[in-house]
């Protein structure tokens, strides 16, 4: 896929952070939008926005938890825009606590969207994906399906799972005997300054963090990549044909880790992660 100008590209978690940024570079592409996510007041109003540049641009609250959201973003898609070449499963949410003691109900609530989000996206498009020739699914998972960190396991776990299913996808729908394949490629964004933290749902953070703020303000200062340049980086793997994308130095950091020392990128990946929290603590630091 060369040119994005005129091609139907559907977006989840549209309305923020990395999705709100691949809106503008859609849109940038000459690319039709449709637009998803959970928050309707704020999707809408940056649906309005590109309306006014002259972008077609339909917008739709989805709660990718639902199939049957998923199922009725699938059938506008065809029903107004004749159906999508590009489906990007960006909706995500983060959770953070220790595994022994966090809420059982915030790890299905996670698992929910940003695993089972993936599955029920695909699961929809599909049909439409595979009549259009040089159709993609781009689904968002994460360095964390690499290495894991204290606090994020079953964040951890749902980035695996996607990586995982969608390798299994690629697979499955690989062109063969003539008949136009689906391209799956899978992205793996290290920390992007996105508002995730800051929505995340919290347990006991003190192994981490003295205060929720303290854990904003060192997501802030980790995350040396911006939703613009990561979107930026998967219009670009889209247009290259890539199946995987790694995105920021900490991420292409954890991959090589997890491929030179697989029984202990993690235990690594982590000091590295606990030396940076430190060294933002410590009164002064940075400066100079």
Known sequence: MTSLTGKTVVITGAASGIGEALAHAMAAQGARLLLADVDAARLASLA?????????????????????????????A????????????????????PAQSLALHDAHWLMNINF????????????????????????????????SLPTQSIYNA???????F???????????????GVRVLCVHPGGIRTRLVEQARLGDITAIADSPQALHTQFRQLARTSPDEAATAIVRAIRGRQTRLLIGADARLGDWLFRMTPAYAS?????LARWGQQRIARPGAGEG
Request: hydrophobic fraction near 50%.
């Open 158 to 164: 749902s980035k695996a799972a996607v990586r995982a």
């Open 116 to 147: 089972w989000g993936v599955v029920y996206g695909c699961r929809a498009f599909t049909p439409q994906l595979q009549a259009r020739p040089g159709s993609v699914i781009v689904n968002l998972s994460s360095v964390f399906a690499m290495v």
């Open 78 to 97: 065809l029903r107004e825009l004749g159906g999508a070449d590009i489906l990007i499963n960006n909706a995500g949410v983060a959770l953070v606590a």
């Open 48 to 76: 309005e926005v590109l309306q006014q540049q002259g972008i077609t641009c339909l917008a739709q609250a989805c709660d990718v938890s639902q199939a049957s959201a998923l199922d009725a973003l699938a059938e506008r």
């Open 166 to 180: 969608s390798d299994a996808l690629r697979e499955e729908l690989r062109e063969e005997n003539g008949k136009a």
């Open 267 to 271: 235990a690594w990946f982590s000091a």
